[in-house]
């Protein structure tokens, strides 16, 4: 079975750019949570969606978008890009619920420049 | 802003040593989990703990959650090469959302 997918791997930007960033989550999952990791940190919250609807944000600007479609992909839409924003950000899919552990992508590495 | 605070930050020690990663926060979490990570790789879920009090074994891996739900702690015993790698502690809040720790960086040499 295929796992978490990420699209693309890598991505180099220049400041002030918009970018997107896709994910499909496992099959049968309906949750999608989004994470920004920066180099040596734990992954920060940045949106959850289960079932299309945002169920979660963390603290993080409006620059920060992100949707869910009737196949539950997700896109992660950054605006306006800061130098900052350049990070590893890594998809996360589940069933939903306490019990269960995401299921991570291995992330797209952004390098805004 | 990290919930969840992680000591040691950095953990250097000899094969077949054992070690305990501690994970703090001043939050009540619904359930807790532990992941490691390796470079280029996204985490990797270890194990989940929901009750306050509860202690879960895996193998050489010991995972604790404390009485109040507020912390955790992974003890390793004779810690192996392969152990190597990011340990991120995240919990649950009350709204479902996951939140991660400040990681610990285990690198174990042979």
């Known amino acids: 079975d295929a796992g978490v997918t990420q699209s693309p791997t890598h991505l180099i930007k220049t400041r002030g750019q918009h970018v997107t960033l896709r994910c499909s989550p496992i099959?049968?999952?309906?949750?999608v949570s989004w994470y920004q990791q920066v180099l040596g940190q734990g992954p920060q919250f940045i949106f959850q969606?289960?079932?299309?609807?945002?169920?979660g944000r963390g603290n993080f600007p409006d620059r920060f978008s992100a949707r869910q479609f009737p196949n539950y992909s997700s896109e992660l839409n950054v605006n306006a890009l800061l130098l900052g924003d350049s990070a590893l950000y890594l998809c996360?899919?589940?069933?939903?619920?306490?019990?269960?552990?995401?299921?991570f992508g291995s992330g797209t590495r952004l390098t805004v420049v | 802003t990290q919930l969840l605070e992680q000591s040691p930050q950095f953990l250097s020690i000899q094969e077949g040593e054992n070690l305990t990663v501690y994970c703090n926060s001043s939050?009540?979490?619904?359930?807790l989990q532990w992941y490691r990570q390796e470079p280029g790789e996204g985490p990797v879920l270890l194990v989940t703990?929901?009750?306050?009090?509860e202690v879960k074994k895996l193998k050489r891996l010991t995972f604790q959650f404390g009485d109040a739900r507020k912390d955790s702690s992974l003890h390793i015993t004779a810690a192996q090469t392969g152990d190597t790698g990011l340990y991120l502690c995240?919990?649950?809040?009350?709204?479902?959302?996951?939140?991660f720790g400040t990681g610990t960086r285990l690198t174990v040499i042979p």
């Open positions: 996360a899919s589940s069933l939903g619920g306490l019990a269960y552990g995401y299921t």
């Open positions: 099959s049968g999952h309906k949750s």
């Open positions: 969606y289960y079932e299309k609807e945002e169920r």
């Open positions: 939050s009540v979490f619904s359930s």
């Open positions: 703990v929901v009750t306050g009090g």
């Open positions: 995240a919990g649950f809040t009350g709204a479902n959302n996951l939140f």
